[in-house]
């Protein structure tokens, strides 16, 4: 189908369009430079438009998950979609995959609806606890790890504890310190993995981590709860390093976490064969400074490798998204969140459109999303937002895409949404040649087979290799 | 003759779905296959549980019943069911435990589209563990965590040996873990069961309990973890005194329930003590739990009924805003049931008569590879091939982990899922 | 239990050392312990003469053997192929590595005991530790079976 939008005006840091207003022709699912004869044109003008949002971390499919959404606390797959499409989104990474859920983790993303998906793999180093001692074993891990990216069908590689712990004091050799894995990695080369995500926790931010250019600190409000920290963060970012937000909405929210950061009423717990459990609570982060650090950080907008995050559903529920839209994008709609003052700049829609578009597409590498130009997947959002619209109507505006174009497949159509089921992909990094031998080292603790926990078809949607 | 080496095959017979299963197939049969147990090889050798040298017989053709049954081709038969489906009022959509991940999800969407009820085998057990996480929260792992650091498991109502046979060599007794570097001799086992069994030579404690007492032996437990006074209890103390000491002792203690606990007495009550049982080690030490499931796909079913509709329990239709339904079992509705669609199960066995017996009075539509006690009573019979041997497909591990199914024989049977789709696909059509 | 040797096996081929199966009779006898090669591989053997002599290399051969070469009796009407017995042993584990932590042993990985057609199978009687006269002390195997499948003579 071939579709014509016309009249809008357009916001794409990566093509310097800052309200500029131009047609954007849709042909086989991909923005072309034009053509006559559309088969459906659309009426944009007197409204923003945007790619699809990219969402570099959201959990919607970690392990456990299913358990809080069969006590109704959670989004049904079906809600997910249906509620990121209305926000304007078309793509969801989940932030934790590992070696053992990644079957799990992908066939659970595929069951969302419109969204493409992607997943970062979060490597237990456990498993590589005698390799990441000593830097003589860099170039093996080096090697080892875009093989594992590739077989779990993930996007990018995280880690969630920078360390080894027993709790046992008989295996007290076999761990590792932060100080220890940090130097490691630090030391990995960029092409092997262009850039490693980081958990962000206080402790990680008491360490000192001698090349942060290399990593990504991931929903890094989460832990800033002093000025120490902050200029810690801003110190990272200039020296090349890229972090996602992680604001909030402070409200109660359902949080996954380790049995210390739990508030609130509790769920349950799941081992993942990290140092601790997983705890499913629920409640409000109100002790911490967090949550103002979180926002003066992305007031201050130190850098623009800055991403749009939440850590959804932790610091706030993906559904919170409008709502802190309009507060970064106007002083007078957050007035009241906090007693200290906060900076009084503001977001205009090009830099919305760059943290929740242009660069967590960047990070989690996809060339094809997170922005409007020829070429680019034909994923687009279309907002009812003008001069005229007023601060108080930036949340429902955001809240409520007028329309949404998924692979060049209308799915909201003067903001209801017509069709969900358009094709879905899952994004993942691969290499060239795929030789598992070496990564086997990585799962000899596993109860599956290597070739089972690789991740089959069967789990994904369509595979995109990039 | 040549012959073709599948390795690493998932064997779809129990819950452990042991994903090492080798086999080498020579003019589409198994020739000869390794590492599989006893209860898997029957069902790769189409004989009888636990028996491999007696074939189960196989439903040949599609069957329909006039004054007798009849062989038939499916097309007659698929419109024979739509018809039995589509003329009832509150149809009955069960079994689905031994079907693959996407042939769950259309029979969910024909009870939705027949707004009917839908059952899985064994539901009311599984639903009391579900609906007990509201109080006492959840405490899971996949299996290889359950390997790698439990110093105890207890096994409570099943019998893993019967149910489960690789289930104590694989998941949790004997494998050596990460940070069980001997395997059993660095773990402890009990096992709480109604009579004595194989179990009770490999248990550190065997704790025989009366029928019907499990829930009281489970409050008791609590009370002497809470310091509490337990002398009106009359059964065996001392065990359990024994076995809560050493409970709270270890570091990490993995519990297995099975479908002991709703045989006898009280399923919910009984899971509810047991979870709150969990919940109160938890306080003291770390203990996981899971339910060990014999169907292959049990966890399948529960994924999917939690995806779709939020809520694990069966799924109601019937009535408006249908399926969230808060009951553990709609079979108590089963008197309002006018026609069953049973998928890959036998009610007549495994229900209690008094169920089965309003079964014998309605019209039922079974999708199922072998002769079973329904196949006597069904209406429309339709063979189908076996999933995960000679049809693909995805189930989920008791730990909630998904496995791809593979293909390893040809048959000339559809799969239950290409069955079930072409009915929702007529239904669609002539239904809308 | 006496380990079986290859004299004892020696006493019962032709002698001749015409190396028709490749080897002298004695290498014959010594592949034929390690299994490699069957009697039926050497020619004269099959002669009617030799018949007995076969049915006693076949009964010395045969599972009997097993358990004379390591004391192992195994009963497969009784094992459900549990394969508890298949990961205790502590030699699967060194020649295997899937063996290892639980799962059975990969296809052409060579153990001791693997589960074949849902039963259990002593595949290389030889490297048991009970075979070796200075390791005679396992026993794991026949201990921990819980169908009681796996006995000591
Ligand atoms: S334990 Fe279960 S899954 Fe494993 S081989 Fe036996 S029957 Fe199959
Ligand atoms: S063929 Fe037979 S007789 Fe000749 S050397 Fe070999 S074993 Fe001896
Ligand atoms: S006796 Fe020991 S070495 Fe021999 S098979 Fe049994 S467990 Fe293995
Ligand atoms: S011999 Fe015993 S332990 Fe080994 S597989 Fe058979 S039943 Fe299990």
């Known amino acids: 189908m071939k579709i014509k939008i016309e009249g809008g005006r357009l916001y794409d840091p990566g093509n310097n369009l800052d309200g500029e207003e131009r047609d954007i022709f849709i042909e086989d699912g991909i923005i072309v430079e034009g053509f006559s004869g559309a088969d459906k044109t659309i009426d944009a003008s007197g409204k923003a438009i945007m790619a699809g949002g990219v969402d570099v971390h959201s959990h919607v499919a970690t392990y456990g998950l299913n358990l809080i959404r069969g006590m109704n606390r959670f989004y049904s797959p079906r809600e997910i979609g249906h509620i990121y499409a209305k926000m304007g989104y078309t793509h969801v990474n989940e932030p934790f995959m590992t070696q053992v859920t990644a079957n799990y983790v992908h066939h659970e993303l595929s069951s969302i609806p419109i969204l493409d998906t992607s997943a970062f793999l979060v490597l237990n180093l456990r498993d590589a606890e005698t390799k990441i001692k000593s830097a003589k074993h860099l170039e093996e891990v080096e090697k080892i790890i875009p093989i594992i990216i590739a077989g779990t069908k993930a996007i990018g590689l995280k880690i969630y504890e920078p360390f080894v712990k027993y709790a046992e004091r008989k295996y007290i050799l076999r761990n590792v310190t932060a100080k220890k894995t940090l130097s490691f990695f630090s030391g990995m080369s960029r092409e092997s993995i262009p850039r490693i995500i980081m958990h962000t926790s206080p402790e990680l931010f008491g360490e000192e981590i001698e090349n942060p250019g290399g990593f990504h600190f991931s929903h890094v409000g989460s832990a800033i709860n002093n000025e120490e920290a902050y200029q810690k963060v801003l110190h990272y970012l200039n020296a090349g390093a890229t972090v996602d937000l992680g604001l909030f909405d402070l409200e109660q929210n359902l949080r996954i976490s380790n049995p210390k950061q739990t508030v609130g009423e509790v769920f349950g717990r799941v081992d993942m064969g990290l140092s601790e459990d997983i705890v499913f609570s629920k409640g409000k982060v109100s002790e911490n400074e967090a949550p103002f650090f979180a926002f003066k950080l992305a007031l201050s907008q130190p850098s623009s490798h800055i991403s749009f995050s939440t850590d959804s559903p932790a610091n706030a529920s993906f559904e919170a998204y409008p709502k802190i839209f309009s507060w970064l994008m106007k002083a007078e709609n957050r007035a009241n969140l906090f007693d200290k003052e906060l900076p009084d700049s503001e977001y205009s829609l090009l830099d919305i459109a760059r943290i929740t578009r242009h660069n967590p597409a960047y990070i989690l590498g996809l060339k094809n999303k997170g922005h409007l130009g020829v070429g680019a997947e034909a994923d687009i959002a279309i907002y009812d937002i003008n001069e005229d619209t007023k601060p108080s109507e930036l949340e429902a505006c955001f809240k409520d895409c007028a329309w949404l174009i998924k692979s060049g497949c209308i799915v909201v159509e003067d903001h209801r949404i017509v069709n969900d089921q358009v094709e879905k992909k899952t994004y993942y990094r691969g290499v060239e040649p795929l030789d598992y031998e070496p990564a086997k080292i990585l799962t000899s603790y596993s109860t599956f087979r290597f070739e089972n926990l690789m991740v089959d078809e069967v789990f994904t949607a369509k595979e995109v290799k990039v | 003759m040549s012959e073709i080496l599948y390795e690493s095959v998932v064997c779809p017979s129990c819950g452990c779905l042991c994903d090492d299963i080798d086999v080498v197939v020579e003019e589409n049969r198994v020739k000869s296959i390794r590492n599989v147990c006893e209860w898997g090889i029957s069902k790769f050798l189409f004989t009888k549980k636990f028996t491999p040298n007696v074939k189960r017989g196989r439903v040949e053709k599609p069957m329909i019943r006039g004054k007798t049954l009849t062989e038939t081709d499916y097309e007659t038969a698929i419109s024979r069911a739509v018809d039995i489906l589509k003329g009832s009022k509150k149809p009955l959509i069960y079994g689905l435990t031994n079907s693959g991940y996407n042939a769950q999800k259309i029979a969910l969407n024909i009870a939705r589209r027949l707004k009917g009820l839908f059952e899985p085998r064994g539901a009311a057990l599984l639903s009391s563990y579900y609906a007990a996480m509201g109080d006492s929260n959840f405490y899971v792992a996949p299996l290889e965590e359950i390997r790698n650091n439990a110093d105890l498991i207890i096994y409570w109502g099943c019998n893993p040996i019967h149910s489960t046979p690789r289930h104590l060599a694989r998941y949790s007794v004997y494998p050596r873990g990460r940070c069980k570097e001997r395997g059993s001799q660095d773990r402890a086992v009990f096992t709480v069961d109604v009579a004595e069994n194989e179990m009770g030579k490999l248990s550190r404690r065997f704790l025989q309990v009366e029928r019907g007492t499990d829930s009281l032996v489970m409050e008791t437990m609590m009370k002497l973890l809470r310091g509490e006074n337990v002398e009106d209890y009359k059964g065996d103390i001392a065990t359990i005194e024994n076995m809560v000491r050493q409970m709270t002792k270890v570091s990490y203690g993995a519990i297995f329930f099975g479908l002991g606990l709703s045989a006898r007495g009280n399923a919910v009550k009984n899971i509810e003590n047991l979870m709150a049982l969990v919940k109160e080690l938890n306080g003291k030490t770390r203990f996981v739990i899971l339910p060990l499931y014999d169907d292959f796909n049990t966890s399948g079913v529960i994924q999917l009924l939690i995806r779709e509709l939020k809520n694990p329990m069966p799924a109601d239709f019937s009535v408006d805003h249908g399926a969230k339904n808060s009951k553990y079992s709609l079979l108590e509705n089963l008197h309002e049931v006018d026609a069953a669609l049973v998928v890959g199960d036998d009610p007549f066995w495994s229900l209690p008569s008094e169920k089965s017996d309003l079964l014998k009075e309605i019209p039922i539509v079974l999708i199922d590879p072998y002769w079973t006690r329904t196949t006597n009573k069904a209406q429309v019979i339709f063979p189908t091939a076996v999933t995960g041997i000679e049809a693909e497909g995805v189930a989920y591990r008791m730990d909630g982990l998904p496995l791809k199914l593979k293909k390893v024989l040809e048959s000339e049977y559809p799969s239950d899922e290409s069955i079930l789709g072409e009915i929702y696909q007529r239904l669609h059509k002539e239904f809308p | ?153």
């Open chain 3, 1 to 153: 239990m006496a380990k079986l040797s290859m004299y004892q096996l020696y006493q019962y081929l032709p002698k001749t050392d015409c190396e028709k199966c490749g080897f002298s009779c004695m290498g014959f006898a010594n592949r034929l312990i390690s299994r490699d090669i069957k009697p039926e591989d050497c020619p004269f053997l099959l002669e009617p003469e030799y018949s007995e002599s076969l049915t006693e290399l076949n009964r010395l051969l045969g599972p009997e053997v097993e358990k004379e070469i390591t004391g192992l009796i195994i009963d497969q009407e009784k094992c459900n192929g549990c394969g508890i017995c298949v990961t205790v042993c502590e030699v699967n584990m060194e020649k295997s590595r899937e063996a290892e932590s639980g799962r059975g042993p990969g296809f052409s990985d060579d153990v001791v005991l693997r589960i074949d057609n849902g039963k259990i199978k002593l595949v290389d009687p030889h490297s048991c530790r009970r075979a070796n006269p200075s390791s005679h002390i396992c026993r794991a195997c026949a201990e921990l079976c819980p169908t009681k499948a796996i006995s000591l003579v």
